[in-house]
């Protein structure tokens, strides 16, 4: 073990450490043991054993010493090659490189592995009948406008045939829930959302709608459509190497709130969409496909809100969704019993 004197010594250590000397001393520890791969003493037990001793909060600890077992015994099992080993290193180098603030590759490379889905389900358990969680994505923002039930998302000139969804909001005791608020955003009906057009000066097809006493909201917009995720770099080599694709299926996002009510994020599918069993990011269930229908009846479209002449395509697609949350205590109690 290095002394303070030592670490200062011009003729041990070079320059840079003596200038970090200046501010923090590092505590240092003897190399007591050597460590072997096929002994009773590895480099995995060296690795944690140094942790033990240098690393001051335990969580931070808990979590690494989980982290170097895991990726240890993951290369022992599976035995890398130097090239493969470098492979991913290469692969990660890039992943850096080309993320941005609008294409995070490290992110993408968390849903594409079905990692992001698990966090989440481990973050917000619901207890049965529930409706199930998914994460955001990246194109939720924060200036989508407040709006009324029954109102119209979608601007005049919105590409996309006419939609009209309905859906209420209860507790797991079938009580309607008061003082809901609904965020909603989903794609055009070419598949792009608003902020993916260089031009976009306001929002659209989005809003923050505040449900009725009752927990039921509606509201009249464009159809979604399936889109790709971004697969110009790492992640759409990693997709192909996999043999998979990168096309999300066909949804409307959700972020609902309610005082005492745990919040929800979720999306839904309709069942006509392709790609729901093959999603890239994993965030189809089958409890969040639903079915939607064709309204051909001009009087319903009146009904539902849509002014003469609005509808171009000569039907409305229907779409209705019964959302279920459960109280905070609910899920405070959930957590407690899956910890046992």
Not at 8 to 25: D, M, S, T
Not at 79 to 89: K, Q, S, V
Request: charged share 25%.
């Amino acid at each position: 073990m290095a002394s303070e004197q030592q670490m200062k010594n011009p003729l041990l250590v070079g320059k840079a450490i003596r200038a970090q000397l200046e501010h923090e001393v590092p505590q240092d520890l003897p190399l007591e043991k050597d460590f072997r791969e096929g002994s009773n003493f590895t480099i995995t037990d060296h690795v944690q054993s140094l942790h033990t001793q240098l690393t001051k909060n335990p969580r931070t600890l808990e979590i690494f010493n989980s982290l170097i077992s895991h990726l240890h015994a993951f290369a022992r099992e599976i035995r890398p090659t130097h090239d493969e080993w470098l492979t991913a290193i290469k692969f990660l180098t890039q992943a850096g490189k080309e993320s941005t603030d609008f294409k995070n590759e490290f992110v993408l490379i968390s849903d594409c592995l079905g990692f992001s889905a698990l966090i989440d389900e481990l973050n917000h358990p619901k207890p049965p009948g529930c409706t199930d969680s998914c994460e955001e994505g990246p194109f939720w923002t924060d200036d989508a406008p407040h709006k009324p039930s029954g109102c119209s998302l979608a601007k005049p000139e919105t590409s996309g045939e006419a939609m009209f969804f309905s859906a209420s909001i209860k507790g797991t005791k079938g009580e309607g829930v008061p003082g809901a608020r609904v965020d909603v955003w989903q794609t055009d009906g070419d598949g792009v959302y608003d902020v993916q057009y260089p031009d976009r000066e306001e929002p659209n097809d989005r809003a923050k709608i505040l449900a009725q006493p009752d927990g039921n909201f509606c509201y009249r917009g464009i159809l979604p459509v399936a889109y790709p995720i971004p697969n110009d770099g790492p992640v759409g080599d990693m997709l192909r190497a996999l043999g998979r694709h990168p096309h999300r299926a066909t949804h409307l996002h959700f972020r609902i709130d309610a005082p005492g009510y745990d919040d929800l994020t979720t999306a839904l599918y309709p069942s006509h969409s392709p790609f729901l069993g093959t999603d890239p990011v994993f965030a189809t269930k089958k409890s969040l496909i639903s079915e939607v229908v064709q309204e051909t009846d001009p009087k319903r479209w009146l009904e539902m809100g849509f002014k003469e002449g609005e509808v171009k395509s000569g039907r409305v697609w229907v779409w209705k969704y019964d959302f279920v949350l459960p109280t905070v205590e609910e899920v405070n109690q959930l957590k407690a019993k899956l910890k046992q």
